[in-house]
Protein backbone atom coordinates (compact mmCIF):
# COMPACT_ATOMS: atom_id res chain seq x y z
CA UNK A 1 0.00 0.00 0.00
CA UNK A 2 2.52 2.19 0.82
CA UNK A 3 5.28 3.17 -1.84
CA UNK A 4 7.76 5.47 -2.16
CA UNK A 5 9.50 5.06 -5.49
CA UNK A 6 12.83 6.86 -6.81
CA UNK A 7 13.69 7.45 -10.08
CA UNK A 8 16.45 9.81 -12.18
CA UNK A 9 19.33 8.09 -10.89
CA UNK A 10 22.49 7.25 -13.44
CA UNK A 11 25.41 8.26 -14.46
CA UNK A 12 26.71 11.74 -14.71
CA UNK A 13 30.27 13.81 -15.64
CA UNK A 14 31.87 15.27 -12.89
CA UNK A 15 30.01 19.30 -12.74
CA UNK A 16 26.82 17.94 -14.58
CA UNK A 17 23.41 18.34 -13.16
CA UNK A 18 20.55 15.11 -12.52
CA UNK A 19 17.28 15.22 -11.13
CA UNK A 20 15.78 12.50 -9.07
CA UNK A 21 11.94 12.47 -8.13
CA UNK A 22 10.41 10.34 -5.55
CA UNK A 23 6.71 9.76 -6.29
CA UNK A 24 5.15 8.52 -3.11
CA UNK A 25 1.65 7.22 -2.94
CA UNK A 26 -0.74 5.58 0.35
CA UNK A 27 -0.43 8.45 3.02
CA UNK A 28 -0.94 11.42 3.29
CA UNK A 29 1.89 13.13 1.40
CA UNK A 30 1.02 16.33 2.70
CA UNK A 31 1.19 15.74 6.21
CA UNK A 32 4.75 14.01 6.09
CA UNK A 33 8.43 16.08 5.84
CA UNK A 34 10.60 14.52 3.45
CA UNK A 35 13.91 14.33 3.19
CA UNK A 36 16.74 12.77 0.73
CA UNK A 37 19.38 10.52 1.99
CA UNK A 38 22.81 8.86 0.72
CA UNK A 39 25.25 6.06 1.11
CA UNK A 40 28.42 5.53 -1.04
CA UNK A 41 30.45 2.23 -0.83
CA UNK A 42 31.68 1.89 2.48
CA UNK A 43 30.05 4.93 3.90
CA UNK A 44 27.43 5.22 6.85
CA UNK A 45 23.98 6.54 5.79
CA UNK A 46 23.47 10.49 5.41
CA UNK A 47 21.15 12.80 5.54
CA UNK A 48 21.50 15.26 2.08
CA UNK A 49 18.19 17.44 2.40
CA UNK A 50 14.96 18.29 4.08
CA UNK A 51 11.92 19.94 3.58
CA UNK A 52 9.13 20.37 6.10
CA UNK A 53 5.74 19.48 5.05
CA UNK A 54 3.48 22.90 6.13
CA UNK A 55 5.60 25.74 5.80
CA UNK A 56 8.00 23.78 2.86
CA UNK A 57 11.30 24.62 5.24
CA UNK A 58 14.47 23.39 3.95
CA UNK A 59 17.79 22.24 5.32
CA UNK A 60 21.02 20.83 3.26
CA UNK A 61 24.02 19.11 4.57
CA UNK A 62 27.10 21.04 4.40
CA UNK A 63 28.86 19.08 1.50
CA UNK A 64 25.56 20.27 -0.82
CA UNK A 65 24.83 23.33 0.05
CA UNK A 66 24.56 25.69 -2.28
CA UNK A 67 24.32 23.07 -5.31
CA UNK A 68 21.46 20.94 -4.11
CA UNK A 69 17.87 21.64 -4.26
CA UNK A 70 14.89 19.79 -2.57
CA UNK A 71 11.45 21.28 -3.47
CA UNK A 72 7.99 18.68 -3.24
CA UNK A 73 4.61 19.44 -5.16
CA UNK A 74 2.05 17.75 -2.75
CA UNK A 75 -0.51 18.32 -5.94
CA UNK A 76 1.66 15.57 -7.24
CA UNK A 77 2.80 13.51 -4.46
CA UNK A 78 6.23 14.10 -5.31
CA UNK A 79 9.50 15.24 -4.23
CA UNK A 80 12.54 16.40 -6.47
CA UNK A 81 16.21 16.46 -5.69
CA UNK A 82 18.01 18.96 -7.91
CA UNK A 83 21.58 18.15 -7.96
CA UNK A 84 23.80 20.67 -9.70
CA UNK A 85 27.48 20.53 -10.02
CA UNK A 86 27.98 17.10 -9.15
CA UNK A 87 31.24 15.80 -7.49
CA UNK A 88 32.54 12.48 -7.70
CA UNK A 89 32.20 12.50 -3.77
CA UNK A 90 28.33 12.07 -4.65
CA UNK A 91 28.02 8.57 -5.61
CA UNK A 92 25.66 6.95 -3.44
CA UNK A 93 22.39 5.30 -3.44
CA UNK A 94 20.31 8.45 -3.19
CA UNK A 95 16.95 7.12 -1.01
CA UNK A 96 13.72 9.16 -0.24
CA UNK A 97 12.31 9.18 3.47
CA UNK A 98 9.19 10.68 4.79
CA UNK A 99 8.31 11.14 8.45
CA UNK A 100 5.52 12.48 10.81
CA UNK A 101 4.74 11.45 14.45
CA UNK A 102 4.71 8.17 15.02
CA UNK A 103 5.18 7.40 11.12
CA UNK A 104 8.27 6.70 9.07
CA UNK A 105 8.62 4.87 5.17
CA UNK A 106 11.72 5.06 2.94
CA UNK A 107 12.39 4.26 -0.78
CA UNK A 108 14.14 1.61 -2.15
CA UNK A 109 16.90 4.23 -3.84
CA UNK A 110 18.25 5.23 -6.93
CA UNK A 111 21.81 5.15 -7.80
CA UNK A 112 23.98 8.17 -8.75
CA UNK A 113 27.42 7.40 -10.20
CA UNK A 114 29.30 10.69 -10.73
CA UNK A 115 32.34 9.54 -12.87
CA UNK A 116 34.19 10.91 -16.20
Known amino acids: QVQLVESGGGLVQPGGSLRLSCAVSGFTFSRYAMSWYRQGPGKERELVATITSVAGITNYADSVKGRFTISRDNAKNTVYLQMNSLRPEDTAVYYC?????????WGQGTQVTVSS
Open 97 to 105: HAVRSWSDY
